[in-house]
């Protein structure tokens, strides 16, 4: 039954959960480790996008 007698396709479906499972936990310990920092650079360009934008409409 879906090949599972083959030690090497037991491995890969174990092993493809097993990276699924890992991933989510990185995901859920990593997920706040950015700092969100806005700095003068950020802001300089974000007035100067929306002044491009009015521009154009």
């Known amino acids: ?3 599972l007698d083959d030690p090497f396709v037991l491995t ?3 092993g493809i959960i097993a990276l699924a499972v890992l991933s989510i936990l990185y ?3 990593r997920r706040n ?3 969100d920092e806005v700095t ?3 802001r300089q360009w974000a007035l ?3 002044k ?3 521009e154009l409409q």
């Open 52 to 54: 491009v934008e009015d």
């Open 27 to 29: 995901g859920l310990i």
């Open 40 to 42: 003068e650079e950020d």
């Open 1 to 3: 039954m879906l090949g």
């Open 48 to 50: 100067e996008e929306k």
């Open 12 to 14: 890969a479906y174990l």
């Open 33 to 35: 480790a950015a700092r």
